[in-house]
């Protein structure tokens, strides 16, 4: 986790300077942010930052029941 938090937090450095050097401005507040690294792996966290499960990678294939859930939901 403190290699997340690390990576995580040089994301933010750098699309503040970018903010910065593009837009002459600073940028205090974020309403939300995604990070997308799924070719590489994901960990879930829910509202207070708790871990939901293991971290995985693209490679596994336990989605399958998950993903027959979250269908039935929204079809």
Request: charged share 20%; hydrophobic share 45%.
């Amino acid at each position: 986790m403190d290699m997340v938090h690390t990576g995580l937090q040089a994301c933010i450095a750098n699309l503040k300077a970018d903010v910065k050097a593009k837009f002459g401005a600073e940028l205090t507040t974020v309403g939300a942010i995604g990070v997308s690294a799924m070719m590489h792996g994901y960990l879930p966290f829910d509202k207070d930052g708790k871990q939901l499960a293991e971290f995985r990678t693209w490679r596994n294939t336990i989605t399958g029941e998950a993903a027959e859930e979250l269908t039935a939901l929204f079809v």
